[in-house]
C-alpha cells in the first residue's frame, strides 16, 4: 500500500467515526427533546387541574360564604373571591 491509500483509509475511517459520533448525538438529542415535550405537557395538565380546582373551590366558598356573611365585609368578601374566580377563569 502506499502512503497515499493509507492515508486515505485513516481519513474515511475518521469520517466513519464523527459520522457514527453524530448520529448518536442526534438519536440522544432527539430522545431529550421528546422527553421535554412530555414533560412540558405533563406540567400544563397538571397545572390546568390545579387552576379548575381551586376555581371550584373559590365558587364554592363564595356561596358558602354569601349566607353567612352579611353587611360591608360580607360584601368585600364575596366581591374579592368573585374577582379571584374570574382570574382563574382566564387561566384556564
Not at 457514527?20 to 440522544?28: P, T
Not at 387552576?51 to 374579592?80: R, Y
Amino acid at each position: 500500500m502506499t502512503e497515499t491509500s493509507i492515508l486515505d483509509e485513516q481519513f474515511i475511517l475518521q469520517l466513519k467515526k464523527e459520522t457514527e459520533k453524530m448520529m448518536i448525538n442526534l438519536a440522544v438529542a432527539s430522545s431529550a427533546i421528546h422527553k421535554s415535550q412530555n414533560n412540558q405537557q405533563d406540567v400544563t395538565q397538571k397545572s390546568k387541574d390545579v387552576i379548575k380546582t381551586t376555581q371550584n373551590s373559590v365558587q364554592h366558598m363564595t356561596g358558602s360564604i354569601s349566607h353567612n356573611l352579611k353587611g360591608q365585609f360580607g360584601d368585600k368578601v364575596k366581591e374579592t373571591l368573585a374577582i379571584h374566580h374570574k382570574k382563574l377563569q382566564q387561566l384556564v
